[in-house]
């Protein structure tokens, strides 16, 4: 992509809510917001790109760097000084556009506070969350509730306040809502402090033991009375959930399958596995099997003008 002017413009600073930014140019015309996506990320000629949780940092001399969608030229005070400055990302989950007035224009208008520029009192914090009635991680990744905040800090959030990701949002007790409203802010200010190295983050965050998904994994995680955790992996609003088992646990009524009723805009609650239960889950396999045969039966009767022929019963001896 080339943003092309007929007039050099000043760029004198950027803007920042959430997952996204813009630059501030001078002048009549539009600005370029950029949202980074899940692998996005911008890169300085000379110098090395900040990068999350890589194994292999690509080396700074590569240019234009791997993945490349567009390098922006910004000239320097001192004539001859030129900075290149790309936008990349590996997976094409990102997104660049130009807004006249990005503040005032969809998407950074219909987000919702930012933890680090615009955390809401408690009480206002408390009169948003408790009046739905999603699961709570569902919430949290909500951007029109609260920008920036993404998968793995939304389960870091609820375990530093010891509430279950599928706990519906109107059954918090005052409690767990201070406690939401506290660990909001830190573990979001911790994450920005860390500057993007997650070598920083505190020894006991859930973030060192979530990656460790599978039957063969090893889990070293310790609880605060010297025992061993149990991380455990759920969906929640259409994303894979971790949550400590010992530690966050669902309401007894919620446990049981009592909960009320939801709206169409709300995500169901998702059956969780537990130790206890000895009956597994029925598989739907031999259901979408039986159908598909059906659909291809229904098919073939179209071109032979045939019905379908019904199961007789059998005939006993």
């Given at each position: ?37 899940m692998t996005g990320m911008l890169h300085v000629r000379g110098q090395p790109a900040l990068q999350y949780r890589t194994k292999i940092r690509e080396s700074p001399d590569i240019w234009p760097p791997k993945f490349m969608k567009f390098i922006l030229h910004i000239e320097g005070k001192t004539p001859g000084t030129t900075t290149e400055l ?232």
């Open positions: 992509m080339v943003f092309s002017y007929n007039s050099y413009r000043r760029a004198y600073g950027n803007f920042v809510l959430g997952k996204y930014f813009y630059i501030e140019l001078e002048g009549s015309g539009k600005m370029p917001l950029l949202h980074f996506g790309a936008f990349s990302d590996a997976r094409r989950l990102g997104r660049i556009r130009l807004a006249v007035h990005p503040r005032e224009e969809p998407p950074i208008s219909e987000l919702g506070f930012d933890p680090i520029l615009s955390m809401p009192p408690l009480r206002e914090f408390q009169a948003i969350v408790l009046k739905r009635s999603c699961p709570i991680k569902a919430l949290l990744l909500d951007q029109s509730f609260s920008a920036g905040v993404g998968n793995y800090l939304a389960d870091e959030i609820l375990y530093q306040a010891k509430v279950h990701p599928e706990q519906r949002c109107n059954t918090l007790q005052q409690t767990q809502v201070e406690a939401l409203h506290r660990e909001v802010a830190d573990v979001c200010r911790i994450a920005v402090e860390a500057n993007s190295d997650d070598s920083k983050y505190p020894s006991h965050w859930l973030f060192k033991h979530r990656w460790g998904k599978g039957k063969n994994a090893k889990q070293s995680m310790m609880l605060p009375s010297g025992e061993p955790a149990t991380v455990k992996w759920i969906t929640v609003g259409g994303r894979t959930s971790a949550f400590v088992a010992e530690v966050q646990c669902l309401p007894h009524k919620q446990r049981a399958g009592k909960t009320e009723t939801t709206t169409e805009d709300e995500s169901d609650l998702t059956p969780l596995s537990s130790d206890d239960d000895n009956c597994p889950a029925p598989s739907l396999r031999k259901r979408k099997v039986k159908s598909e045969i059906t659909r291809r039966k229904s098919i073939a009767s179209v071109y032979t003008g045939e019905p379908l022929r019904e199961k007789r019963p059998r005939l006993e001896r």
